[in-house]
C-alpha cells in the first residue's frame, strides 16, 4: 500500500521534474518579452532527436548531449533573432501567434531533417531497477532528478548572485530603466531565448531515455509545461519548479489511482482550475495578463 | 561637450521635438524649464537613445551619437536619473546600485558602491531591503546613485524634485550642488523652475518642441516672461 504510493510519487516526481525544466523555460522567456513561447515544446524535442541522431552516427553520448544542447540553444537564439525581434513593438498576441508559427515549422523541419519514426536512446547508467523501501526506481530517473537539482541549483545562483542574471530581473522589471543602467536588452532577449531552449533540451534529453522521443514529443511536453507554469505563477522561478512538480505527482496520482486514460487530463484540469480560481497561479505576483 | 543641433523626434505622427539647438559644456549645470508636455522627458530620453531621434545631430565629445544604441552612450559617460524613479522595486537597494555600474569594469564597484554610500548614508542603512520599500525620497536617492555608479560624464536629471516634500527637495537639490561642486556636468530638467534656474549656470527654456529663450541662470531667473510664465510671479 505504502510502496504503492512511493512508487507512484517517485513516477511523478521523475516526470515533475522534466515539467519543471520546461516550465522554467517558459518563465524565462516571459518574463524577458512577455511572451508565452509555444515553441518551447520544439526545443525539448529538438533536444531529444538530435542527441539520438548524433548517437546514432557513432558520437558518445557525453559528446553528443552538450552539441544537442547547443543546437538547440542556437535555434532559440536564430528564433529570438529572426522572428520574435522584427516583430518588436507588435502586440504580445501576434508574438505569441509568431511563436505557434515557429513551432509547427520547427516540427516540420524535424520530420525533414529525421523522420516520423519513434526513437529511444539508450539510458545514461543502465536500466537496472534500485529498490527502495519496496518500490522501484530507474537509473534514468535519479538522472532526472540529480540533473534538475543541479540546474535549479545553478539558475538560483546564476539570476541571485551574478550581475548578467540581475540585469536580466532587471530587464523583466523595469527594460526603461535597465537600458539607462547601460543593459543591452536585445542582448538580454537573445540570452533568455539560449537559455530556455537549452533548458528544453536538457529535458527532451533526459526523459528520452524513459517515454522515447519523436518529432511531435514537444507538443505535449510543451503543453504539460506550459500547465505547470501557469499552476506555478507564470514567470516565477519557484513557481515553475513547485509547479511542474506538484503536476507531475498529480498526474501520476491520478493514473494510479484513478485511471491512466486521464492521465494527460490532469494538465488541462489543472490549467482550467488555476485559471478559473487563481490566475496569478501559487507563486504568481501580478495578475495574468489577458491575451 | 553637447552639442544637440536641430533636433527632431516623433511619436508617430506626432512631432515632439521640432528643431532644438543646445549645446553642454565640461563642467557646467544647464537647466532647461518648461510647462508640462513642452517634450522636457522626450528631450533627455532621445539624448539618451531610448527615443529615437528623427533628425538633427547629437554629437558627444566630437563624436556622432545620434543613431548610436543606448548601451553604448552608457558607456560613454551619458548617464540618466529617469522621471519618476524607475528603481528595481523587487531588487535590493544595493543590486539596484551594482547594475547602475553594469557598464564599468567588474574589481571598481566596491569602492564606487563605498563613495555612493557614503554620499547617501541612508542608503548603506538599507542596503538589503527591496527598492520598493522605500519612501519617495529615498527612492530619488537611489535612482541618483545608481546613475552615480556609472561614473557619469554626463548627468541627465529628468524632474528630480517631482512629488517630494519642500525639505527633501532641498536636500535633493544640495546633493545637485555637491556633485557641481565636484565638476561632474550635469544637464537638469525640472518644473520647479526656479529651483532648477537657482543652482544652474545657464537655463534654456522649452516651449512645444522649440527652445524660446537661453540665458544664464540668474538671467532667466530675473526675466518677465520666465517670470510670469514659469515662476508664477
Same mark, same amino acid.
Given at each position: 500500500?505504502?510502496?504503492?504510493?512511493?512508487?507512484? +510519487?517517485?513516477?511523478? #516526481?521523475t516526470v515533475g521534474a522534466i515539467y519543471a525544466l520546461v516550465a522554467l523555460g517558459?518563465?524565462?522567456?516571459?518574463?524577458?518579452?512577455?511572451?508565452?513561447?509555444? &515553441?518551447q515544446g520544439?526545443f525539448v524535442m529538438i533536444g531529444g532527436?538530435?542527441?539520438?541522431?548524433?548517437?546514432?552516427?557513432?558520437?558518445?553520448?557525453?559528446? &553528443?548531449?552538450?552539441?544537442?544542447v547547443?543546437?538547440a540553444?542556437?535555434?532559440?537564439?536564430?528564433?529570438?533573432?529572426?522572428?520574435?525581434?522584427?516583430?518588436?513593438?507588435?502586440?504580445?498576441?501576434?508574438? !505569441? !501567434?509568431?511563436?505557434?508559427?515557429?513551432?509547427?515549422? +520547427?516540427?516540420?523541419?524535424?520530420?525533414?531533417?529525421?523522420?516520423?519514426?519513434?526513437?529511444?536512446?539508450?539510458?545514461?547508467?543502465?536500466?537496472?531497477?534500485?529498490?527502495?523501501?519496496?518500490?522501484?526506481?530507474?537509473?534514468?530517473?535519479?538522472?532526472v532528478?540529480?540533473v534538475t537539482?543541479?540546474i535549479?541549483? +545553478?539558475?538560483?545562483?546564476?539570476?541571485?548572485?551574478?550581475?548578467?542574471?540581475?540585469?536580466?530581473?532587471?530587464?523583466?522589471?523595469?527594460?526603461?530603466?535597465?537600458?539607462?543602467?547601460?543593459?543591452?536588452?536585445?542582448?538580454?532577449?537573445?540570452?533568455?531565448?539560449?537559455?530556455s531552449a537549452a533548458l528544453g533540451a536538457i529535458a527532451g534529453i533526459l526523459i528520452a531515455?524513459i517515454t522515447?522521443t519523436?518529432?511531435?514529443v514537444g507538443?505535449?511536453l510543451g503543453?504539460k509545461g506550459?500547465?505547470a507554469?501557469?499552476?506555478?505563477?507564470?514567470?516565477?522561478?519557484?513557481?515553475?519548479?513547485?509547479?511542474g512538480?506538484?503536476? *507531475?505527482?498529480?498526474?501520476?496520482?491520478?493514473? @494510479?489511482?484513478?485511471?491512466?486514460? =486521464?492521465?494527460?487530463?490532469?494538465?488541462?484540469?489543472?490549467?482550467?482550475?488555476? %485559471?478559473?480560481?487563481?490566475?496569478?497561479?501559487?507563486?504568481?505576483?501580478?495578475?495574468?495578463?489577458?491575451? | 561637450? #553637447?552639442?544637440?543641433?536641430?533636433?527632431?523626434?516623433?511619436?508617430?505622427?506626432?512631432?515632439?521635438?521640432?528643431?532644438?539647438?543646445?549645446?553642454?559644456?565640461? @563642467?557646467? %549645470?544647464?537647466?532647461?524649464?518648461?510647462?508640462?508636455?513642452?517634450?522636457?522627458?522626450?528631450?533627455?530620453?532621445?539624448?539618451? *537613445?531610448?527615443?529615437?531621434?528623427?533628425?538633427?545631430?547629437?554629437?558627444?565629445?566630437?563624436?556622432?551619437?545620434?543613431?548610436?544604441?543606448?548601451?553604448?552612450?552608457? $558607456?560613454?559617460? !551619458?548617464?540618466?536619473?529617469?522621471?519618476?524613479?524607475?528603481?528595481?522595486?523587487?531588487?535590493?537597494?544595493?543590486?539596484?546600485?551594482? +547594475?547602475?555600474? =553594469?557598464?564599468?569594469?567588474?574589481?571598481?564597484?566596491?569602492?564606487?558602491?563605498?563613495?555612493?554610500?557614503?554620499?547617501?548614508?541612508?542608503?548603506?542603512?538599507?542596503?538589503?531591503?527591496?527598492?520598493?520599500?522605500?519612501? *519617495?525620497?529615498?527612492?530619488?536617492?537611489?535612482?541618483?546613485?545608481?546613475?552615480?555608479?556609472?561614473?557619469?560624464?554626463?548627468?541627465?536629471?529628468?524632474?528630480?524634485?517631482?512629488? #517630494?516634500?519642500?525639505? %527633501?527637495?532641498?536636500?535633493? =537639490?544640495? $546633493?545637485?550642488?555637491?556633485? $557641481?561642486?565636484?565638476?561632474?556636468? !550635469?544637464?537638469?530638467?525640472?518644473?520647479?523652475?526656479?529651483?532648477?534656474?537657482?543652482?544652474?549656470?545657464?537655463?534654456?527654456?522649452?516651449?512645444?518642441?522649440?527652445?524660446?529663450?537661453?540665458?544664464?541662470?540668474?538671467?532667466? %531667473?530675473?526675466?518677465?516672461?520666465?517670470?510670469?510664465?514659469?515662476?508664477?510671479?
Amino acid at each position: 500500500m505504502l510502496a504503492q504510493l512511493l512508487q507512484f +510519487l517517485l513516477a511523478g #516526481l521523475t516526470v515533475g521534474a522534466i515539467y519543471a525544466l520546461v516550465a522554467l523555460g517558459f518563465a524565462i522567456i516571459h518574463n524577458a518579452s512577455h511572451v508565452i513561447n509555444f &515553441a518551447q515544446g520544439e526545443f525539448v524535442m529538438i533536444g531529444g532527436m538530435a542527441t539520438v541522431s548524433l548517437a546514432n552516427s557513432g558520437l558518445p553520448l557525453p559528446l &553528443a548531449i552538450p552539441i544537442a544542447v547547443l543546437a538547440a540553444a542556437a535555434v532559440g537564439v536564430v528564433l529570438e533573432k529572426f522572428a520574435v525581434e522584427p516583430a518588436r513593438g507588435a502586440s504580445v498576441v501576434t508574438l !505569441i !501567434i509568431i511563436t505557434i508559427g515557429a513551432s509547427i515549422l +520547427l516540427r516540420g523541419l524535424a520530420t525533414l531533417v529525421w523522420d516520423k519514426k519513434l526513437h529511444a536512446l539508450p539510458p545514461f547508467s543502465g536500466d537496472q531497477p534500485i529498490e527502495l523501501a519496496g518500490a522501484t526506481i530507474l537509473p534514468q530517473s535519479l538522472w532526472v532528478l540529480g540533473v534538475t537539482l543541479g540546474i535549479v541549483l +545553478l539558475l538560483g545562483w546564476f539570476f541571485g548572485r551574478t550581475l548578467t542574471g540581475k540585469a536580466m530581473l532587471a530587464t523583466a522589471h523595469n527594460p526603461l530603466a535597465a537600458q539607462l543602467c547601460g543593459v543591452n536588452v536585445r542582448f538580454v532577449l537573445m540570452l533568455s531565448f539560449g537559455l530556455s531552449a537549452a533548458l528544453g533540451a536538457i529535458a527532451g534529453i533526459l526523459i528520452a531515455p524513459i517515454t522515447l522521443t519523436s518529432w511531435d514529443v514537444g507538443v505535449m511536453l510543451g503543453l504539460k509545461g506550459f500547465a505547470a507554469a501557469i499552476l506555478g505563477g507564470l514567470g516565477s522561478g519557484t513557481g515553475a519548479v513547485v509547479g511542474g512538480i506538484l503536476l *507531475g505527482i498529480a498526474e501520476s496520482l491520478g493514473a @494510479g489511482y484513478i485511471s491512466s486514460a =486521464y492521465k494527460d487530463a490532469m494538465a488541462f484540469v489543472i490549467i482550467l482550475a488555476v %485559471l478559473f480560481f487563481m490566475p496569478s497561479g501559487l507563486f504568481g505576483s501580478k495578475s495574468a495578463e489577458r491575451v | 561637450m #553637447l552639442e544637440v543641433g536641430t533636433l527632431t523626434s516623433h511619436y508617430g505622427r506626432i512631432q515632439a521635438l521640432k528643431g532644438l539647438d543646445l549645446t553642454v559644456r565640461e @563642467g557646467e %549645470l544647464v537647466a532647461l524649464v518648461g510647462a508640462n508636455g513642452a517634450g522636457k522627458t522626450t528631450l533627455l530620453r532621445t539624448l539618451s *537613445g531610448v527615443q529615437p531621434a528623427s533628425g538633427g545631430s547629437i554629437v558627444f565629445d566630437g563624436a556622432d551619437i545620434t543613431h548610436e544604441r543606448a548601451d553604448r552612450r552608457v $558607456k560613454r559617460g !551619458i548617464v540618466q536619473v529617469p522621471e519618476g524613479r524607475q528603481v528595481f522595486g523587487p531588487l535590493s537597494v544595493e543590486d539596484n546600485l551594482r +547594475l547602475g555600474g =553594469y557598464t564599468r569594469p567588474r574589481d571598481e564597484g566596491d569602492a564606487e558602491l563605498e563613495r555612493v554610500y557614503s554620499m547617501f548614508p541612508a542608503l548603506k542603512e538599507r542596503r538589503r531591503q527591496a527598492a520598493g520599500t522605500l519612501s *519617495g525620497g529615498q527612492q530619488q536617492m537611489l535612482a541618483m546613485g545608481r546613475a552615480l555608479m556609472a561614473r557619469p560624464r554626463l548627468l541627465l536629471l529628468d524632474e528630480p524634485s517631482m512629488g #517630494l516634500a519642500p525639505r %527633501l527637495v532641498e536636500e535633493i =537639490y544640495a $546633493k545637485v550642488r555637491a556633485l $557641481k561642486q565636484a565638476r561632474t556636468t !550635469i544637464f537638469l530638467v525640472d518644473q520647479n523652475a526656479r529651483a532648477a534656474l537657482s543652482v544652474a549656470d545657464r537655463g534654456y527654456v522649452l516651449e512645444t518642441g522649440r527652445i524660446v529663450l537661453a540665458g544664464a541662470g540668474r538671467e532667466l %531667473l530675473g526675466n518677465e516672461q520666465v517670470k510670469a510664465a514659469y515662476l508664477g510671479l
